[in-house]
């Protein structure tokens, strides 16, 4: 059933649907879950943007996610393919195009950052936070300096072309069902050590007791943009996914099972990082990009049996995040490979290690951002870093632009009932059509236009 790696006649589809959930949960579990959720989460008030945050989830990023994973499994091609083969001859297919470039620009990135996670588990493994040990200036050295930044970068980006390479079932799902549960093991294991650490009660009451007082607009904000980028949404990498889904698979419980998933993760990655930083007697709005790598590091000098407690504890912690970043970083290049195997023709392999070089070289000047180099570490008239620039750009307000196009696009171009068609057909109905017509209609485009508008207004 599976096809020759360079695009024989019959597409690729997943094992199973089991499969393809971890799969696409392995797409969105990622840096944004681990590291991004607890500092975001920490800097808007704790308990009241974990409310809002499930909230934004519900309403707009499970409705999207599934809106994605209709066009996927409908055309089964890749963003570019798939707008061409519903709306020939429009420009609807630059939504897919700039879809592909916004995967290319955030891998770019994606891998610098998650290329320090290997430096870490390397630096943890070896016992380097000992009593007494500096954390930040590890972190300076391992992100500041150029052969460390540069080389781990090629490292991570290297091992993302290879599981790539290999193509769907052997790549991808392969290492997936493998690593996500290990991924879920770990976190538990983690989240059960920390809340058992002294002061842990604070840190839980900070991130699980609402005061609704903190709510506001910038609040709603922070946390549309995070479900976005957290859930894998807005560039096609869930149209990509979808296209390899079976016929027979119920789309509407493969999306609840990603989203669910999703969810479950970042607020377990809570539960390990609030306890953790009240423990320590830390600010929780305090966290920057730093904020996993020096706070989490200063801990484990004090985890017992010394020196074996931290060691075990913070090598376990940043395989894990390396993990997660694979499996995400890994969709991200897939968005792009498979456009250029569907769009230019050429072999699975080639695409992979091209658009994987590409990604490369473009993420170079990221990892030369953290010090390395000092304009791109803060480029004049832009206020901030390069990598920090690519992210704002590509990663929040490209995103948010591709989600708003695609439920356009979903709900009023193609309509709601001729997607509704595709769930159907499965043959296992579509009890929620109703309720997911009315939110990818009408309260998705406009919360998104909303949130662009704010976007755009505080850029003034
Ligand atoms: N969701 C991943 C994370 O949380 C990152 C990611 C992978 C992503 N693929 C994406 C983000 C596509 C946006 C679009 O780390």
Redesign the pocket.
């Known amino acids: 059933m599976a096809m020759d790696s360079a695009g024989g006649p019959q597409r690729d589809t997943w094992g199973s649907k089991a499969a393809f959930v971890l799969a696409a949960a392995g797409?969105?579990?990622?840096?944004?879950?681990i590291w991004?959720f607890p500092t975001v989460a920490g800097q808007n008030g704790g308990a009241a943007f974990l409310a809002i945050y499930l909230l934004a989830v519900l309403l707009i990023g499970a409705p999207v996610m599934l809106a994605e994973l209709i066009v996927g499994r409908h055309t089964q091609k890749n963003p570019v393919g798939a707008f061409k083969a519903i709306m020939p001859g429009s420009l609807w297919s630059l939504v897919g195009a700039l879809g592909v470039l916004?995967?290319l620009v955030?891998l770019s990135f994606?891998t610098v950052i998650a290329g320090w996670t290997l430096a870490y588990i390397l630096k943890t493994a070896m016992g380097v936070f000992g009593p007494g040990a500096d954390t930040a200036a590890i972190f300076a050295e391992v992100s500041g300096s150029p052969v460390s930044a540069i080389g781990w970068h090629a490292l991570f980006a290297g091992i993302t072309i290879a599981v790539v390479v290999k193509g769907v079932r052997d790549g991808i799902e392969r290492w997936t069902k493998i690593l996500m549960p290990v991924l879920f093991g770990l976190l538990v294991l983690l989240a059960i050590r920390a809340v058992t650490l002294s002061g842990a009660g604070d840190g839980l009451a900070f991130y699980l007791k609402p005061d609704f007082s903190q709510i506001t607009g910038s609040v709603v904000l922070a946390a549309v943009g995070q479900a976005?980028?957290?859930?894998?949404?807005?560039?096609g990498?869930m149209i990509t996914y979808g296209s390899y889904v079976s016929k027979k698979d119920d789309l509407v419980s493969s999306a609840g099972w990603v989203t669910g998933f999703?969810t479950t993760i970042a607020i377990l990655a809570g539960l390990i990082i609030f306890p953790t930083l009240f423990h320590a007697g830390l600010e929780p709005g305090a966290g920057g990009p730093g904020m996993v790598f020096v706070v989490l590091t200063s801990l484990l000098s004090s985890i017992p049996p010394d020196p074996y407690g931290g060691i075990i504890f913070g090598t376990g912690f940043f395989v894990l995040l390396a993990i997660?970043?694979l499996t995400?970083?890994v969709?991200?290049l897939e968005?792009c490979t498979s456009w250029g195997v569907d769009e230019k023709g050429w072999t699975r392999k080639k695409a992979a290690v091209m658009l994987g070089g590409v990604a490369f070289v473009i993420g170079v000047p990221s990892a030369l951002a953290n010090g390395a180099v000092g304009w791109l570490s803060n480029i004049p008239g832009v206020g901030m870093d390069f990598l920090s620039f690519m992210f704002l750009l590509f990663?929040q307000y490209s995103?948010v632009i591709g989600a708003l196009l695609i439920s356009l696009f979903v709900a009023w171009v193609w309509g709601v009932n001729a997607a509704g068609d595709e769930v159907r057909a499965s043959g296992k109905g579509f009890a929620l059509a109703g309720a997911w017509g009315f939110l990818i209609r009408f309260l998705c485009p406009l919360a998104i236009l909303i949130l662009l508008v704010q976007l755009v207004s505080s850029l003034f």
Do not use: C, E, K, P
């Open positions: 797409s969105a579990v990622g840096l944004g879950n991004g916004t995967g955030i994606y976005f980028f957290s859930l894998s949404l807005g560039m990498a999703d997660a970043a995400s970083s969709s991200l968005v990663g995103l």
